[in-house]
């Protein structure tokens, strides 16, 4: 007995540990990386491209099995309800001057056969294996390209979402001071030693910045939403951010120049894969003109009774054979494939001007990008200074007012301002991060420098 509840306690522990450890890992904050490298196995958008790519593996494997043999099994059976009936002169039968109408055939007819077919030559085969090849590598960039948006996509939320963490910690500390300020206020009223209109004026504030955090509080939790629906993740589970990409430095933020090659951005490789895709049409077109040699074999059986008996033995089976090659010169279409390759010189010059026209948007993108970025660590370092001296006057205000020396106006004049400080410099926080996501995917390095965030 007492074995017993020992092997149960152990058992409760065992349990109750795995399931605290599950749910310590469940919290565990999640870094950008981490959030990212969830979506890679979880967002439908990556999953949808990704069997785009193993579907355009079995349009290769189809394209190669076209040049195995081919072998096909087919039967037959005939159930003749009436037999035909044709006419014999009568010198065959013994009555000359005469015509004979005589029933031929049999009523079941049964037949089988195998027959093979070997392409020998067929001049567009290897230009429809490279266009299938092609098309692959085509669905694996549109997989890189729908990886990377996702990527995109949540590096955004996900910075959104811890400004506006960061926004209302702030606004959480602003309001417990604010607090105690309406108490302070409420006191001295009730001393005599505040005027009514003085409680109001804080009052007010307090309820502004009550309302503000209610309002961050809402916009936080659906940018959280925002940030598990881009993930892949279930929207009723629960998730911590860290908050350490925050943590930086921006004396030390510079755009570093560096050698850019638009080879390396993925909507130039996208349309250079395009062109590859035209240029294999027209090959195929032209190849058409060509002629094509197969070779074939038939093997097969067949029988014919009067009664259904085919499975009984000691009837008569009759058996065929042939081999064959077959030549296919193309001869004159209706000018179609000539109209065919028209259409694809077309495709490749607007293909070709595509490719020019994304060239030079992504050099423009990536100046603006720069441009952009610049601005943005320039704006955060001036909203930086002036959050600074807004939280200092709002500070040394307060000082004044508990000690009776400072007006209830200059307080809620102070505290309106230090919002407005903090408001815009978490705006130009947040712009910044943007601008730096920005700029790394106009150099198309946006999923390396993610990689190498800490």
Known sequence: MRRTLKFKEITFLTLFFAISSFYLHAQKPLTLKECINYSNTNNSNIKIAGYDVTISQKKVNEQIGTMLPQIDASGTYTDNLKLGTTVLPGELM????????????????LSGSVQLTQKIFDPTFGIALNAAKISKQLSEQTLKKTSEQTAYNISVTYYQTLV???????????LAASEKLLESAGLKHKNGMAKKVDVDKIRVSYNNIKSQLQQSELSYNQSLNTLKYQMGMPVDSSIVLSDTVLDINFQTIEVQPD?????NHIDYQLQKTNLSVYKMDKKRNVAGYLPS???NANYGYSAMRDEFDFTKSGGNWYPSSSIGITLKVPIFDGLQRNAKISQSKLNIEKSMESIRLTEQSIKVELSNSEIQYRNAVDNIRNEKDNLDLAENVYKNTQLEYQQGA???????????????SLNNYYNKLLNLYIAKINLEQSKGTLMNYINNLN
């Not at 013994?94 to 007819?109: L, R, W």
Request: glycine share 8%; proline share 4%; aromatic share 6%.
């Open 94 to 109: 013994g009555q000359p001057g005469t015509q004979v109408p005589v029933t031929m055939g049999t009523k079941h007819n």
């Open 164 to 174: 506006i963490e960061k926004q209302m910690n702030s606004l959480r500390a602003t």
């Open 259 to 263: 050698s850019f090659s638009v080879d």
């Open 293 to 295: 040699l197969s070779f």
């Open 406 to 420: 400072g007006s209830s106006l200059d307080l809620v004049q102070a505290e309106s301002s230090y919002r407005e």
